[in-house]
């Protein structure tokens, strides 16, 4: 995207109307005498062009203080937002939201309010001044997400109880915090109307009109009161949209922790992130020292804090049972801390956040911990992959990345393990601890996809979980062993299960029957890749190759499948030109997929069948492409049994010898079923040799071949099961 940073025209300035919201519940105590004596001194002078209220479960005047036991905020936002709809108010509104608990709020009873609110072009600022560790935080930027709409200005001030502090200190805060919001309530007047979608940070939702003076973003040339705004190449503007987009993204975030994911918000850090490299590298390729004023310190210390705070979120690097609403609203005030040692409060915080290894701790409870930390922010570290590889221009899905990024997890895990035999050579018998890993990493993978549904398996996610399949696997061989484990061995069994991880599955001509490729995985995964019940009716599914190679052959094969398959449920396909047909159809299928998907349509409920699919090819023709096909059904979460009826020796040989390497190499179970029907060997001279093979030559007795292989076919798919022959009542439907 191509980011134009621009400022709307000035106009002159005006008041906002102020409207202040104090919690009048009996914890505020403490603080409500300083409150009132600073609030007075900074907007006394107003008189009545202002709006004061204490909300309790009702709503009251400012003073005296009521020290009830409860509050309401819903309530009292119905109250104000009522009024602003229903009284003559400026187009101006400055609301202060100051609590220091958690009390009543339910945002969906707002919402019709918020709605007319928006309809009438209020320009409403919000701020609030957060009181102590219990300040609704979540709350608040809920309801700064939904209400402010005008020049981005600082969103919290944070005031922590101490009953040590005394009155003077704690009314030179609130001083100070009332001085800043009024000098933000004198705003430029106009509001303009422009041609093009604007947006007030990097990260806010576009919109087409623009408070006066406002700093903006934009995709192209914006047009308001009919003259294009220019674009600022101000190096001061664009620090400044760094950290209010910063700033707008930690309010998204914290507006609600449980749908980071869901919402892709850590997608807003990277957008940050990416704008704010940019800027750093234009910085250091002018390399030039330039001597700042006051304020433009201070917006440099802005843009460092905000630059900690988005390379941490943009990278996942962030635990979310650390995000209470204490640590967020810790973070978002010292964001837009001009002072120098605000950056030493956030590294406090982020060093909270994190997830990162802490290197010094290689004993297993700190092993299995930091793993189940990471475990439970795979989501996290998900986004950033994805966002990664769009940059890189590399595709890759949310399902592969997070499967991707819980291997990964467990490969740290058990790098470190390694290290930690490696440093304790002494140690005779480590079998409980890697067995204590190992039922602490299925716990928690169980964990992370109950709560992760994989939407799409992808051919690169199912590869992906065969792979961390493998990997349990080999772990869970250790609790199989008799003898004791010392540290030496432990190593090399865990160089083996590395050795899984780093090679990747290997790409095979073959594909097996249903097996233990995901055995070793948690059930939650496992109810999601595939059937669990493998005891199913059973669907026959032939596919002919009906390629110029197998024309000698393939009026035999469907004669003789008709004969031995009649009393069976069938369905027929051709595989021509690396296309699908169905029997009797002319219609074309690329993939075959589509196919099993229509039968769901006419609720044939085959994802809830065992799939028996039988192919019958000589392997010329794009079977690479055919392979893909039907592993691409696997993905997609039906249960297949795969059998093949080779015809000649040469793709009968390449199928056998690769399901060889497969189960000797993977100690698979479920091998499939491999018939051969032989064509005849070529003879005599050279040009007679070639004039058979360009003609498929099939072997004496060709039906009686194909006879007989589609008999054992139907013997193995069949031996326990008694066939019903009415299931399908008009069967010549799927033919």
Known sequence: MNIRIARAPQSVKVQSYPITLLDGTSSMNFEYEEILKAHKKNFDDLGNKQLKIQFTEDVHDFEPFVAAGSGDITKAFKYILNKLLTEQFPQHVTIIFISDGDEKFNLPELKELIEKIKEKKFLIQFVSISIGKWFPNTISNQLRLQLHNTDFIEPIYHHNKNPERTEEEMFNFFDSAFKKIRDQTLVQQDLFQTDAEVKLTLVSNPQHHLPAGTLFVSEGEVIANGQVIPATNN??????????????????????????????????????????????????????????????????????????????????????DQCTPQTLTGLQAQLSNPNPDAIDSIKIISQQLSVKDDVQNLQPEGIN????????????????????????????????????????????????????????????????????????????????FERVQLAKVDEESYDLLKELNLMMKEIDQVKLIKKTLNSKDAIKIIDDVLAHAGIGIQQSMAITDHNDEFDYLPESLKSQIRPQNDDRE??????????????????????????????????????????????????????????????????????????????????????????????????????????????????????????????????????????????????????????????????????????????DLKNNLFAQVQVDKNQWNNKSQIY
């Open 235 to 320: 190096l001061v503007d664009k620090k400044k949209m760094v950290s209010d987009s910063a700033q707008q993204a930690l309010i998204m975030f914290a507006s609600d922790p449980d749908k980071i994911v869901e919402e892709k918000i850590l997608e807003k850090f990277q957008i940050v992130k990416d704008f704010s490299d940019e800027i750093l590298k234009d910085v250091n390729q002018k390399n030039e020292i330039q001597q700042l004023t006051e304020q433009e310190q201070k917006l440099e210390i802005q843009f460092n804090n905000a630059l900690v705070i988005v390379n941490q979120f943009a990278e996942g690097d962030v635990d979310i």
């Open 369 to 448: 911990l930091a793993q189940k930390k990471k475990l439970k922010n795979v989501g996290c570290f998900a986004r950033a992959q994805v966002k990664m590889k769009q940059v890189q221009q590399l595709q890759q899905t949310y399902e592969s990345a997070q499967i991707t990024m819980a291997k990964e997890i467990i490969i740290n895990g058990l790098k470190k393990y390694k290290s930690l035999f490696s440093q304790n050579q002494n140690q005779q018998d480590v079998r409980q601890i890697l067995n204590e890993y190992y039922k602490s990493t299925l716990i928690e993978l169980d964990s992370v």
């Open 538 to 711: 059973k669907v026959v599914v032939i596919i002919f190759d009906n390629n110029e190679s197998m024309r000698n052959e393939i009026d035999s094969a469907i004669e003789n499948f008709n004969t031995e398959f009649s009393q069976i449920q069938t369905v027929k396909l051709k595989w021509q030109n690396a296309q699908f047909s169905l029997f009797d159809n002319q219609q074309l299928y690329v993939n075959l997929v589509d196919i099993f998907r229509e039968f769901e349509e006419k609720n044939y409920k085959l994802n809830t069948k065992k799939i028996c699919i039988c192919l019958v090819t000589d392997g010329q023709n794009d079977y690479v492409k055919l392979h893909k096909q039907l592993k691409g059904l696997k993905a997609n979460r039906y249960l297949i049994q795969l059998s093949y009826i080779t015809i000649g020796s040469s793709f009968h040989f390449q199928i056998t010898n690769e399901l060889d390497k497969m189960m000797q190499n993977r100690n698979l179970k479920g091998r499939p079923l491999v018939l051969n029907v032989p064509r005849q060997k070529a003879v005599g001279n050279l040009k007679g040799q070639i004039s058979q093979l360009m003609n498929s030559t099939t072997a004496l007795n060709i039906n009686s071949h194909f006879a007989k292989r589609f008999q």
